[in-house]
């Protein structure tokens, strides 16, 4: 089994989805902290008529979402989904949504600056991601005039996204990394190569579910494609390091008790909480990667890992719901899901 681990060539055991951003200005406004609300309103119709008055075939998959109109728990179900900042969401007067009909592409307009391209795709894929950023990047750039200075390149709000204003970073299950006690050392290393690593669900480098987000931090004086280079290799290290340690704590009894308790209660609890629920969908993940379980995919975890937030919860619903409510709701898609699944235990490893 350690031999298998180790030689996995698909990387979805430990990379969840890619992220491409690009960050761009019009040239002929202000940045978004110094527009008033009428500029802010022509920059988003601007943007809105270069996608969707576009002749390329994708512009008609956009629809465009003003977020003033948003209730509380659709703006924040779109910040649990990954589609947009938080901060976007922050002050939602004058800023719009371009959200592509599968939403891997979402396009926030006067966030921190005037546009911000996002692509995501599915497990480790920078170059598919990067192509398709690029294209929509494209596509503006033949109607929009970008504030771009040949030595600085594009220029941005935040002096720390001059030059390619793009952000590349990747979505990592790292259980074992996180067992082992070596996420805080792994953080500086990185951060000394130019990388971020940090809690997806928590700001702290130790997360409760072990989702991190690895992400390049230079922007100025490297191109896009080194950038990608450099987040790939540094990437590929860690799913090594990452699958090395799980074939060692894989016939570790403590770890496969916290592995086999997780499951038995999101398999029979009534009431789960957010915070419970993702740790122990993050230990259920865990026992997939190291075979203790069958017939269940990791599309399946993820997808849970974001229906059952908060606001997500009530938007499906349809309705607001007591914090005891969706706890109660949250643990019957949990359970429903597996149930679906029928997940067999892996009774070699008992």
């Known amino acids: 089994m350690d031999k298998k681990i180790e030689e996995r060539k698909d990387m979805s055991d430990v990379v969840i989805s890619t992220r491409i951003r690009f960050a761009r200005n019009l040239r002929d406004y202000p940045f978004p902290c110094r527009m008033n609300t009428e500029q802010k309103c022509r920059v988003a119709q601007i943007v809105k008529e270069a996608v969707l008055g576009g ?5 008609k998959r956009f629809r465009y979402i003003q977020m003033s109109e948003l209730t509380q728990e659709e703006a924040v179900s779109l910040v649990e989904r990954h589609l947009v900042s938080p901060e976007f969401i922050s002050d939602r007067e004058g800023r719009g949504l371009l959200l592509l009909d599968d939403e891997s592409v979402s396009i926030m307009i ?26 929509i990047d494209t596509l503006f750039d033949d109607q929009l005039n970008f504030a771009f200075n040949d030595k600085l390149g594009y220029l941005t709000q935040n002096p720390t996204n001059i030059g390619t204003g793009m952000r590349a970073s990747l979505m990592l299950h790292l259980p074992a990394l996180r067992e082992n006690g070596a996420m805080g050392k792994m953080s500086n290393y990185l951060g000394k190569l130019g990388l971020i690593l940090r809690g997806v669900y928590s700001d702290t480098s130790d997360p409760k579910c072990s989702i991190f987000q690895l992400s390049n931090q230079v922007t100025l004086g490297i191109s896009e494609r080194e950038a990608i280079n450099n987040l790939n290799d540094i990437a590929m290290q860690l799913i090594s390091q990452e699958r090395t340690a799980r074939a060692s704590l894989a016939k570790n009894v403590s770890v496969l008790d916290s592995i086999y308790r997780s499951f038995g209660i999101l398999q029979f609890a009534k ?33 849970l890992m974001t229906e ?22 949250r643990a019957e898609v949990v359970r429903t899901a597996l149930m679906r699944k ?8 008992s």
């Open 342 to 349: 029928q997940v067999p235990v892996n009774r070699r490893l």
């Open 308 to 329: 059952v937030q908060p606001a997500t919860l009530m938007k499906n619903i349809g309705k607001k719901l007591t914090a005891q409510e969706r706890d109660q709701i």
């Open 110 to 135: 006067n966030e921190e600056d005037h546009i911000r391209i996002q692509v995501i795709k599915p497990n480790l894929d920078l170059d598919g991601a990067f192509e398709v950023a690029d294209k």
């Open 55 to 59: 002749k390329s075939p994708i512009a």
């Open 271 to 303: 009431l789960l909480s957010n915070d419970e629920c993702l740790k122990l969908l993050s230990y259920l993940r865990f026992g997939i990667e190291i075979g203790v379980f069958e017939n269940i995919d990791y599309d399946t975890i993820n997808h």
